[in-house]
């Protein structure tokens, strides 16, 4: 008889997918494409996978390992001026608002679940434009803020599938 995927990893590793799946996602999301300001547009993979995990598996995704990951995400991709520190804030941010609301997410349909990750998407990316501007003491321009929020929430419903297998494989659920 074969085994199942889920089967065949055992151990910490189904712990640990969630959190080393968002550590990928936040070199995926540094890595320079030779697209001006990249970054600045990229799609917040970070939050899709917050909102998934934090929804799907809450006790595989932690604040510290959130915390860490936004913190390194910001070094990877800080230059002069910018605010390092931001990122973290609003993984963490986003980790207790999905978590606060769980319960009226959980057993919904997707169009529910995305319109939930479209909010949290449109008051994650003001929040963290108004915490850019404050900081850095200048009016950032919010062009960029609202095609990453858009971009962000379109490609959603593909994050979600990958997500979706990768739990599937791993864990069995």
């Known amino acids: 008889m074969k085994a199942s995927p889920a089967a065949r990893v055992y151990g910490i590793g ?19 494409l ?13 939050l899709m996978s917050v909102y998934h995990w934090t929804l799907y598996r809450p006790e595989q995704l932690s604040y510290a390992a959130l915390f860490l990951i ?3 995400f910001d070094l990877l991709t800080s230059a002069p001026g910018t605010t390092v520190g931001l990122t973290p804030l609003i993984l963490l941010l986003a980790r207790w608002a999905v978590l606060s609301n ?3 997410f959980v057993a919904r349909g997707f169009p529910f679940v995305w319109s939930g990750f479209a ?18 003491l200048r009016l950032m321009e919010a062009h960029s803020a609202l095609f990453q929020a858009v971009l962000t929430v379109g490609l959603f419903p593909a994050a979600t599938l990958l997500f979706a297998r990768v739990q599937r494989l791993t864990m069995g659920a």
């Open 102 to 104: 769980r319960r009226n």
């Open 70 to 72: 936004g913190l390194f």
């Open 119 to 136: 909010a949290l998407v449109a008051v994650a990316a003001t929040v963290q434009w108004i915490l850019a501007s404050l900081l850095t």
């Open 14 to 32: 189904p712990i640990l997918v969630p959190t080393l799946l968002t550590f990928l996602l936040a070199i995926l999301s540094a890595v320079p």
């Open 34 to 46: 030779g697209i001006p300001a990249y970054t600045a547009v990229t799609p917040s993979f970070l």
